[in-house]
């Protein structure tokens, strides 16, 4: 991942609307959301919501796909495996110190 689009990632998530609609998301896993669901979990208005889900997809956070009359959206897990990886990149000095995805570092 190159550093410009690490930028971008870690400045849409620098907001709190935007890192509770990207953490919810990912929470939804790969089914995604709707707008409405979006908006109705977080209690945060349409526009308000609108504003902040063009700001992550525009970083690539989150893609978008139309089924039918509505717009799911998704958080983009490639992207987000690539920016953690960039961040965690030399933890341990480099060296290998993640045993599982869900095991913390033991710097």
């Known amino acids: 991942m190159e550093e410009q689009q690490v930028v971008r990632s870690l400045a849409a998530l ?3 609307h935007r890192l509770k609609v990207f953490r919810l998301l990912v929470v939804a896993g790969p089914q995604g959301l709707t707008p409405g669901a979006i908006a109705e ?3 945060v208005p349409a526009a ?3 504003f902040h889900l063009k700001e992550l997809s525009h970083a690539g956070l989150v893609t978008q796909e139309r089924i039918s009359r509505n717009v799911v959206y998704r958080a983009a897990f490639e992207q987000m495996n690539e920016l953690l ?3 965690t990149e030399n933890c341990c000095l ?3 110190c993640l045993q599982t995805q869900t095991s913390p570092c033991r710097c």
């Open 48 to 50: 308000t919501l609108s």
């Open 41 to 43: 979990a977080l209690e």
């Open 94 to 96: 480099g060296e290998s």
């Open 85 to 87: 990886a960039f961040l």
């Open 14 to 16: 620098a907001q709190a």
